[in-house]
């Protein structure tokens, strides 16, 4: 299996631009989480969706953040407009089902100037 | 919410020796996870462990789930195995994550 992908592996943007980052879980996995990491607040979960749909969307910062999945095999994070303090470290996670063991991508290095 | 306390915040090993990573939690959990996030940003899951004991090669880890409480045993280290070791709990699919324990193997 290939993993769980992610795109871009790197984002540079400017302030005030719109920010789409994507994921393709594990084939036949229906947990697929987002989470954001830094260096002052650690591996945060932002939102998780069982089953295509979003489930617990608490850890997602504002309204300036939105998540969807579509299809069981493609998740969108979307952050417009972007601000610097949203620079980090976004990973995108999956598993078989609720309470299985996680797979993470290789992240996306968000740096929004 | 839960609260996730990783210790030692950072070590320092020789290669070959042995270590043990603890984690302790604020409240009983469910599902319980180990993660190596290596020098490149990669998180590998290396255990789901939500109670008793397993191993995979040098590795191996306990969860004594009655007393909040699990432990990642590194044997005979090897440079590769340097990075940051978090671990993960919650129930159901919200896991919270410990601050980690920075590990480095000098060869």
């Known amino acids: 299996d290939a993993g769980v992908i992610q795109s871009p592996r790197h984002e540079v943007t400017e302030m005030g631009q719109e920010v789409t980052l994507r994921c393709k879980p594990i084939s036949g996995h229906n947990s697929l989480f987002w989470y954001r990491q830094t260096m002052m607040r650690g591996l945060e979960l932002l939102i998780y969706?069982?089953?295509?749909?979003?489930?617990?969307d608490s850890g997602m910062p504002e309204d300036r953040f939105s998540a969807k999945m579509p299809n069981a095999s493609f998740s969108t994070l979307k952050i417009q407009p972007s601000e610097p303090r949203d620079s980090a470290v976004y990973f995108c996670a999956s598993s078989l089902g609720i309470d299985e063991k996680l797979f993470f991508g290789s992240g996306t290095q968000l740096s929004v100037l | 919410g839960i609260q996730v306390e990783q210790s030692p915040p950072d070590l320092i090993l020789q290669e070959g020796a042995n270590s043990t990573l603890r984690c302790n939690f604020s409240?009983?959990?469910?599902?319980l996870q180990w993660f190596h996030q290596n020098p490149w940003g990669q998180l590998i899951n290396l255990f789901y462990i939500p109670s008793g004991t397993k191993q995979n090669g040098r590795l191996s880890a306990t969860t004594v789930a009655t007393e909040r409480y699990s432990l990642l045993y590194i044997s005979s280290s090897q440079t590769t195995d340097s990075g940051v070791y978090f671990c993960?709990?919650?129930?159901?699919?919200?896991?919270?994550f410990g601050a980690g324990t920075i590990l480095r193997v000098k060869s």
């Open positions: 993960a709990g919650g129930y159901g699919n919200k896991l919270v």
């Open positions: 969706f069982n089953n295509n749909v979003p489930i617990d």
């Open positions: 409240d009983s959990v469910n599902n």
